[in-house]
């Protein structure tokens, strides 16, 4: 047995750079595909973010130069031959232990992807991860591009003062993009910016010129997304539906200045094996209420209960209704975010079917007051 992605793969002949990580693949390979679209190169982006490798084998008369190719853990298990021009290594946190069983299982299926990267080619990792002595192993003899948000860190590219840079010779930093000129705000954001610069470079782009691309490129839904708002209230509906794992909703929770208590959190769902309480101290002095969804709520209401009002709803529109209400008895406005820090098939196909019921439901709420 073979992976689709060493499947497919073994029949797309173009040259192709890979992403891996927990959390922001999608986002990245989509930061990639603009970037290198841009500046004048054919590209497309296949794997996990949707479009099998196979799929795209299969069209005729297809040219392209380069190929940007989102790779989960999942598709690693099977994985032995997949040769890449360049891999990022983006960060790890606890996902997937229930398939993976232990930090140290996940951690070395996504070293699998450094280990296929070609001879001369490129391995882009956070540079926090280069303290692991196993990503220390999977980098031995290669060439490494580091990267990282933190102002103190020193790494290939960073931030300084607020602009996203490129370490040269004499650790001397080049401006590449003032970080208030980019359509999106946050660490993360700011992180996921530089591992694609970091690629749109292996694949023989200029970082100044890949980065000033990132002016022109949106995210895409379900990633804090505002879909929509009760002006007369004061109060916003976020879906950051693909929030899947306990770091995603921390980095959604962190957005929002705490000591303010506006947030309603809709969380929940299949928990993955994995542990949300500690995220316990992200949500107090933000969260105003937790209304908790999905076979994980009971957990959650336990391990969350003792800091945070917790209310368990039976469906995602009872959650969103009951989160809108904590929301307007505060009367200075405030946010209902979707949040859920779990996967979905326990009540929906995916994020995507779950970020569409949330804004259908929000949209409902507010179009209804306003008929009242």
């Known amino acids: 047995m073979v992976s689709e992605l060493e499947f497919g793969g073994a029949r797309c002949p173009w040259p192709r750079v890979a992403v891996t990580g927990t959390n922001g693949k999608t986002t ?6 603009h970037c290198l679209s841009q500046c004048g190169r054919r590209v497309e982006a296949a794997g996990n973010i949707g479009l099998p490798l196979s799929a795209l084998a299969l069209e005729p008369g297809r040219e392209l130069d380069w190929l940007v190719v989102e790779v989960s853990s999942f598709q690693l298990e099977r994985t032995q031959a997949f040769p890449v021009r360049a891999a990022a290594l983006l960060n790890l946190t606890p996902d ?12 070395a299926l996504k070293l699998r992807l450094l280990a296929q990267v070609e001879s001369g080619g490129v391995c882009v990792v956070g540079a926090g991860l280069l303290s692991e002595p196993a990503v220390q192993a999977a980098v031995a003899g290669r060439r490494v591009v580091t990267f990282s948000s933190s102002e103190d860190e020193v790494c290939d590219y960073g931030v300084r003062a607020g602009v996203l840079c490129r370490r040269r010779a004499g650790d001397v930093y080049e401006a590449l993009v003032p970080c208030e000129e980019l359509p999106f705000v946050g660490r993360h954001n700011h992180e996921n910016c530089l591992a694609a610069v970091a690629l749109c470079e292996a694949a023989g782009v200029e970082p100044v010129e890949a ?8 995210i895409g839904p379900h990633r804090m997304e505002v879909v929509c708002e009760d002006a007369s209230r004061g109060v916003r509906y976020v879906d950051d539906s693909k929030a899947t794992n306990l770091d995603a909703l921390v980095q959604s929770v962190r957005r929002f ?4 208590g506006d947030i309603a959190l809709i969380a929940g769902g ?19 209420g937790a209304f908790l969804i999905g076979e994980s709520r009971a957990a959650l209401a336990s391990a969350w209960g003792g800091a945070v009002p917790c209310v368990e709803c039976g469906s995602l529109e009872e959650a969103v209704s009951r989160a809108d209400a904590c929301v307007s008895s505060r009367g200075g406005g405030g946010t209902v975010l979707l949040a859920p820090g ?3 098939q326990d009540m929906f196909s995916d994020y995507v079917e779950r970020g ?3 804004a259908e439901a929000s949209r409902g709420l507010v179009a209804s007051r306003s008929r009242g």
């Open 28 to 33: 990245v390979v989509e930061m990639v595909r």
């Open 96 to 107: 997937h232990l229930n398939r993976h069983g232990s930090m140290a299982s996940y951690l």
């Open 211 to 218: 980065a000033a691309a990132l002016r022109s490129f949106r």
């Open 257 to 260: 200045d705490r000591g303010r």
């Open 270 to 288: 299949v928990a993955k094996g994995c542990d949300l309480g500690p995220a316990l101290p992200e949500l107090a002095g933000r969260v105003c």
């Open 342 to 344: 779990c996967a979905s």
């Open 356 to 358: 569409r019921r949330f």
